[in-house]
């Protein structure tokens, strides 16, 4: 009985060793270069999760169906190594760890969202392994130092500030009045720093600045104060919850204001959900299809948009096209680097200077895209009812004209 | 700034009603939560979960063309038979043991719902129209969104009915002989077993229909749970077990004290107001006791 024991405790004890040395793969193997990536495909983040893999995987399948990337003389196919991280930013560290130490990987793709990014940034940096990533927009990601971190999308900070912009034009140039409600998180604190910034800059007030909690489903109050305060502008940051909870209470309780700017209604599928409530709402956008930027890949967003819904069956978000571009950004490099040596490929990341579907991509100095403006579409509705989101402003791309001010409630 | 409420007279008014509306419903799940704790001396960690589930069934419904209304009818049904589900898995092993067994119970249970709602529905927020529309007073200045005015009368409708049902069905009746003291109940021929299943099984019904209710007032994600656990927990602490208008008052207290913190502290502070009074009350209760040991000794 007893020796049977041992021997069951040696066998799964070399299993185990087995098991975990096996998989020391590793980065460039024949003629593939695996890039790894922790991924939240379960957890609260997990629909964005998916939007980014899917994004990934639709890159890495074009650009291999397309010759693959061409580094001295030979020709190489992308692959992942995908972990779940379960929407968890301590699980997600410790993938990056194991994506590099146990498995190899030497390039890595970002994972969904500023706080997850936040936290595998300080492990990719240790290592020195370039990481491009396209869903960590959070401003305090490029104020760190950070050599390795590649940022293909604006940061948080600029996303709403062209809708202050817009609205003090509007107003002849003088300062406006600004309500604000913004959740807790570093995504959203950025967003609003960003509006604090643009106030400053343009003479405007901030006459509400309500703090949301992680656990938001009622604005009542805050809209309440809206309505007795008349601000020219309000403005929303409170990922999907934020944008869905303002819209139903806005509409429930007839409250009437000028511009309503906010994030996140591309993921909400606002008027999806709110039908022609969610009318005259700006949204901030890393993208968006009609944009008319164009690459070799994916000819530019409107193509985009018709391959991916052909392939998954929804229309891409632009979570999905940005993460697309991250790969797109990472081929670059790759040729121009003509090497895989780590310090190679990152000296030929930071001097990217490229155009993708997505729009432009130039680093800074910090890591962060300079070379993308945000852009603002208004969700706009037609007398069935059928709503469409469509590009307001910068007006260099805008496909229709903004709605100012917002017509009051008893006139709709 | 930070007093608006005291400039403009109207913000009282409609902070008063959003609390009040918003504190009837909160009261339907404690009322749930106080009868199966007083019932089986259990306290239901994932109570908030139950009531996300409730309201994913009326988001069901609402995505095939019914009207999420209905909810309140389909989701008890269901949500009854989830109750008892889970009561013969997991329940009926931790019910006559102590308190922080069946504490930890339930978390396991809330997490677990939790992960499989996450995966069966996806983690995106989601809500169901009723297009109630508003109800406007005070010449527009007081807004109050049909849709809780709906909330609140069903709530109290559901409260109202479940009182008269204890009272005079044999069910009922059983179920408070059970409370009182399970072993004579069973001496007497209780089927306690079954009365603890049906316990667990209304209470399950509630959160419910306070799920749908919640599903065309508010917003329904799969990690929302918590508050709502929290609230009713905080609910049944002040009112005391076994007090039906006690629970409905002191939902409706919290439901105005939320909104008051709200405008006053911030929305930042709503729910850690409800910790900070749940505290301070934990603190005075146990203050008092301490002072009637005392005086026993």
Known sequence: ??????????????????????????????????????????????????????????????????????????????DIIYYDDESNPKRAAQLAERLISQDGVEFMLGPYSSGLTKAIAPVTEKYGVPMVEANGASRSLFTK??????????????????????????????????????????????????ILDAAKETGSKIIIDDKLPKELNDMAATLAKVKATKPDVLVVSGHTK???????????????VPMLAMTHCDAAKLSKQHGANSQYALCASQWHKTLTYKDDFFTDGMTYDADFTKEFGYAPPYQAAESS???????????????????????????????????????????????????????????????????????????????????????R | MDFLIF???????????????????????????????????????????????????????????????????VSPIIMYFVGVIIYKLVINK?????????????????ILF??????????DVVLANSGYGTTMLFDNSVTLPNSKIFSAFISIVFAIGLVIYMKKSKLGRAIRATAQNARAAKILGVDTEKVYAA?????????????????????????????????????????GLGNLPGVAMSGMGLGVFEEFADYILGTEFRIGSVFLLLVLILVYRRFKLSKKREYLK
């Not at chain 1, 130092?145 to 003090?168: C, H, M, Q, S």
């Not at chain 2, 931790?94 to 809330?110: C, E, N, P």
Request: glycine content about 10%; proline content about 2%.
């Open chain 1, 1 to 78: 009985m007893k020796i049977k024991k041992i021997i069951i405790t040696f066998v799964s004890a070399i299993a185990i060793l087995f098991s975990t040395s096996v998989v020391s793969l590793a980065k460039v193997v024949g003629d593939k270069i695996i890039l790894g990536a922790a991924i939240s495909l379960t957890g609260k983040y997990s629909s964005n999760g998916v939007h980014t893999q899917n994004g990934y995987n639709m890159a890495v399948d074009r650009i291999n169906s397309m010759g693959g990337v061409k580094v001295g003389g030979k020709t190489y196919m992308f």
């Open chain 1, 145 to 194: 130092g950070y050599k390795y971190l590649f940022a293909v999308l604006a940061p948080a900070n600029l996303y709403l500030d062209v809708a202050i912009r817009t609205a003090v034009e509007l107003n002849g140039g003088k300062g406006v009045r600004i309500a604000q409600a913004f959740e807790q998180d570093a995504f959203s604190q950025d967003v609003r720093l960003g």
């Open chain 1, 242 to 256: 934020g944008a869905l909870t303002a819209i139903r209470q806005i509409a429930e309780m007839k409250v009437d």
């Open chain 1, 325 to 411: 571009a991250a790969l797109l950004v990472f081929k670059d490099a790759f040729e121009r680097a003509g090497s895989f040596d780590q310090k190679k490929v990152r000296d030929a990341l930071a001097a990217t200077n490229m155009q993708t579907f997505y729009g432009n991509i130039k680093f800074a100095e910090g890591g962060q895209n300079v070379d993308k403006p945000m852009v603002l579409f208004q969700v706009m509705c037609d007398d069935a009812g059928k709503c469409e989101n469509k590009v307001v402003a910068p007006l260099k791309w805008a496909s229709a004209e903004l709605i100012h001010p917002i017509p009051k409630w008893s006139d």
């Open chain 2, 7 to 73: 400039q403009v007279p109207m913000l009282t008014v409609q902070a008063v009603l959003d609390g009040l509306l918003l504190g009837i419903l909160f009261a339907l799940i404690a009322y749930g939560m106080a009868l199966q704790w007083g019932v089986m001396n259990i306290i239901n960690i994932a109570q908030g979960d139950l009531v996300i589930l409730g309201g994913y069934i009326a988001y069901f419904m609402y995505l095939y063309g019914i009207h999420p209304a209905w909810g309140v009818i």
């Open chain 2, 94 to 110: 931790v019910v006559d043991r102590d308190l922080f067994i069946s504490i930890l119970a339930t978390f396991g249970i809330s």
């Open chain 2, 114 to 123: 939790m992960q499989l709602m996450n995966f069966a529905f996806g983690a």
């Open chain 2, 199 to 239: 316990t667990f099984g209304i209470n399950a019904a509630l959160c419910g229909v306070a799920g749908a209710l919640i599903s065309i007032t508010f917003t329904i994600h799969p990690y929302m749970g918590l508050p709502y656990t929290i609230r009713s927990f905080m609910i049944v602490i002040v009112a």
